[in-house]
C-alpha cells in the first residue's frame, strides 16, 4: 500500500509539472509579406517563463497575410490576405489552441485599396479594417463564423511630404478600451480620425491635428486609461496624448525621438507598445532598426535604451501576456528574435533562440 500511495504521489507531481509546462506556452500567430504560394500564415509557440520559441509551422497558404487579429475567447483567427487574382480578402479562421491549427471559415472580398490594419471591437461582433492606399476605414459584422460589410468612410487631407502625403493613408484602427470612441492614425493627412460605432457601422465625431509631416502611423493605449501613445512614422517620433473633457485623446503631452542624435540616414518608425503593466513604452524603428525603450512615469516618457542587437526591419513586434518576453519581426532576416524583458528597468536582452520564417511582418499572441 506504501508503495502503491508513493506510486500516485509520484504520478501526480510529474502530471503537475507536465501541466504546468504546456500551460507556460502561448500560442502565436505570425503575418508575412511578399510571400509565395506555398508560404501563408504560421505558428509557433512561446514559452513564458524560459522565452524558448519553437519552430514556426504554416497554419494556412494565403498571399501577403500582412495583419491578423485575434479572438481568443471566441477560438477565431482574423488575416488580411490576397487571393491568386490580387484581389484583397478578409479571412476568418477557427483556432485549435492546444495544436494551434486553424480551420478555414470564411473568405469575404475587400472594395478597399491596401488593406494595412484590422482590429476588433470591444463588443467582439465587429471588424474595423483600414485601408492604405485608398484611405479608407471601414466595418464588418461578424455572423455564423463569417463578415458581413456594413459601412466604408473615405477620409481627407494632405500632408507637407510631398513623396508620402498627396493623398490620405489610413494606416491603423482601434477602440479605446476605456471608452466608446475609435481612433484612425491617417499617415497623409497627419491626423488621428475619432469615431464611434453602432448597429450600421462605423461614424466619425471628431478628429485630432498631429504635427505636420509626422506621419501617424500605430498607437497604443495605457492600460491605466490615461495616455495614448502615437508613433510617428515620418518623423521618426512617439507622441503622447492625454483625454479632453470630451474623453478624445486630444492634449499633446510630449514628443520623444526614436533616433539618437549622431543618425543621419533614412529611417522610418512602424510599431508601438505599452508594456502590460504600463509602466514602460516601446517603439520600433527601421532603417536605424532598433526597439525604443522609455519609462512612464507621471505620464512622462523617460529615454532607456535603443535596443538594437538582433533587430533588422522591425516592421511588427509584440510583447506576450505575462510580460516576460518581447517578441520581433524582423523582416529583412527571415526570424523572430525573443527579448527578456526586466519588469524593474524595462530593459531588453537578446536571448540565443530564434524562429526562422519568411518576411515576418506582424506578431499576434492568442490570448
Not at 68 to 73: K, M, T
Not at 295 to 306: A, G, P, S
Request: aromatic share 10%.
Amino acid at each position: 500500500m506504501y508503495r502503491f500511495c508513493f506510486l500516485l504521489m509520484v504520478l501526480a507531481v510529474l502530471f503537475s509539472c507536465d501541466r504546468q509546462r504546456v500551460d507556460n506556452k502561448v500560442l502565436v500567430y505570425i503575418g508575412t509579406t511578399n510571400n509565395d504560394s506555398l508560404k501563408g500564415i504560421e505558428y509557433c509557440f512561446l514559452d513564458t517563463v524560459s522565452g524558448e520559441i519553437s519552430q514556426p509551422q504554416l497554419a494556412d497558404k494565403i498571399l501577403n497575410p500582412n495583419f491578423l487579429e485575434v479572438d481568443a475567447q471566441n477560438g477565431l483567427l482574423f488575416a488580411i490576405g490576397e487571393r491568386s487574382d490580387k484581389k484583397s480578402v478578409l479571412k476568418s479562421y477557427g483556432v485549435d489552441e492546444k495544436s494551434g491549427q486553424i480551420t478555414p471559415l470564411s473568405s469575404s472580398v475587400l472594395n478597399g485599396q491596401g488593406p494595412c490594419y484590422v482590429a476588433l471591437d470591444k463588443s467582439l461582433d465587429k471588424l474595423m479594417l483600414a485601408y492604405y492606399n485608398s484611405g479608407e476605414v471601414a466595418s464588418y459584422v461578424l455572423s455564423d463564423g463569417g463578415v458581413a460589410f456594413l459601412r466604408k468612410i473615405k477620409h481627407h487631407g494632405k500632408g507637407p511630404v510631398l513623396s508620402r502625403q498627396k493623398a490620405v493613408h489610413a494606416h491603423s484602427i482601434d477602440i479605446d478600451p476605456g471608452s466608446h470612441f475609435i481612433y484612425a492614425a491617417d499617415l497623409g493627412a497627419d491626423k488621428l480620425m475619432v469615431y464611434t460605432q453602432d448597429s450600421m457601422g462605423l461614424t466619425m465625431v471628431d478628429s485630432v491635428m498631429c504635427k505636420p509631416g509626422s506621419g501617424p502611423r500605430h498607437f497604443d493605449f495605457s492600460p491605466h486609461g490615461d495616455l495614448m501613445a502615437l508613433v510617428n512614422e515620418l518623423d521618426c517620433t512617439v507622441s503622447t496624448f492625454a483625454k479632453d473633457s470630451a474623453g478624445i485623446y486630444r492634449k499633446v503631452l510630449q514628443e520623444v525621438s526614436l533616433l539618437p542624435d549622431t543618425f543621419s540616414g533614412f529611417a522610418k518608425a512602424a510599431d508601438i507598445h505599452f508594456s502590460p503593466d504600463g509602466k514602460f513604452l516601446y517603439a520600433s524603428n527601421r532603417g536605424y532598426d532598433c526597439i525604443g525603450v522609455f519609462k512612464v512615469h507621471e505620464r512622462k516618457l523617460e529615454w532607456v535604451d535603443f535596443v538594437t542587437e538582433g533587430i533588422k526591419w522591425p516592421r511588427n513586434f509584440a510583447i506576450d501576456p505575462s510580460g516576460n518576453f518581447l517578441v520581433v519581426a524582423n523582416r529583412d532576416v527571415n526570424n523572430l528574435s525573443v527579448y527578456q524583458r526586466n519588469k524593474r528597468t524595462g530593459r531588453l536582452t537578446l536571448l540565443p533562440g530564434v524562429a526562422q520564417v519568411e518576411r515576418p511582418i506582424c506578431v499576434k499572441f492568442y490570448h
